[in-house]
């Protein structure tokens, strides 16, 4: 008997996902290099489920019913040309792989054209969620050939996130789509989290809670308008006790953040195609800023601490600080979803927005209420080229903004960093303003360079051989 489906690379993701899909009544063959993970595989696999592991690709290609469905779980990069390199040979015509990991766009587009010349088909495929998610919904981001994503869309309803009964996976375009969208959901999750940390920072410094008082904080805010998945988890990591100490666990966690690259990759591909996204960069540059810790130290012994003057009512700080991070929230996913909206015209992409934020709603990490909304503005108007010119977003945005402003100057002048939120606000106040200085920056470029200017009275390209005043 053959499997419906295969499953390269059988690390937590890959084992996670596999026995989603072997739930939904899919029978699923598995392999590894690593023959601890293939038993594993086996030993953790429920009686109903038809799964089956192997060691070899020669064996894992056979048990594979054609056209064969083979879905990679191996990290972005080399691992996947390698897989790529030995299970080609093995494959027939009409056979396709999925790419479910993390790889770069481009990386995919390559694979798409080498694959294609052997009559394969090559998808590439966001999943978000982390573990628990790809084991019991996550939200899936599909792109590619049409006919292969028929092939498999029944699959990927079945055992992604459901929100209101919907399946949070759709198609998201041609090409390398899946993967674009999948980069630009983690560039907003980058953005969110360094938002989340400055908050939790105002907070704790500046309004001196505990973390039993931030986990309340966490609770409030989560049950109410600001319900997302961070919140929650954050909510969660101030009740955690550490098990080599009597504290809180977060307390003895060292303050340098890790990336794997896609952050950066989104900034990237901005600054590439001209969008301007800057609390997704600073959230980048922000992680690597934190890396330098030895020299942060030296920096804060030379420059000394800050006197922090805590705010005169703190229950009403605390409301400002959750208006101001649901704003700037919602100001990086206008930021993220602007930037697909630019890469479906640059790259022929396609790409739906209202489908994207539709399925972001459920199994991602960055899934929030809020989609809900920019679910709706989408639905008024899917070529909306920006959220916060939707009408009812405005109305949210103006509600919020002076809450935003007020943390960001209670930030600024206690000297506490707030890159996130000031680069939110400094976006929506650029981003609202009809006449900008850069008049005077157009002016300064073709004084010195003759680079030439528009004007607003008249058409045309014009240069000026500008005059040194008499001083
Ligand atoms: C997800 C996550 C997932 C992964 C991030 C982590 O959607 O499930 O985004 O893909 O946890 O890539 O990225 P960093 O290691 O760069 O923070």
Redesign the pocket.
Known sequence: EKYNYGMVGLGVMGRNLLYNIADHHFSIAGFDLDEEKVKELQTGAGPEMKVKGTVTLEDFVSALETPRKIILMVPAGKPVDAVLENITPLLSKGDIVIDAG?SYFEDTNRRIADLASKNLHFMGMG????EK?ARTGPSIMPGGDLEAFHLLQPMLEAISAKVNNEACTAYMGKGSAGNYVKMV??GI??AIMQLISEAYDLLKRGANLNNDQLYNVFKEWNNGEMNSFLIEITRDIFQQKDSLTDGYLVDQILDKA??????KWTSEQAMEIGVSIPTIDIAVTSRILSAYKDERILASQLYSEKQITSPENTDLFIREVGDALYLATLISYAQGLALLVKASKEYDFQIPLQDVVKIWRGG??IRSVLLEKFYSAYTKDPDLSNILLDKDIAAIVKEKISSLRKTAAFAVSNGIPSLGLQTALGYFDAYTTESLPVNLIQAQRDYFGAHTYQRTDREGVFHTSWQAANH
């Open positions: 993390n999943v978000s969620g982390g998610g959901h983690n999750e980058y890790g990336a794997k690259g896609t952050g991602c990490i």
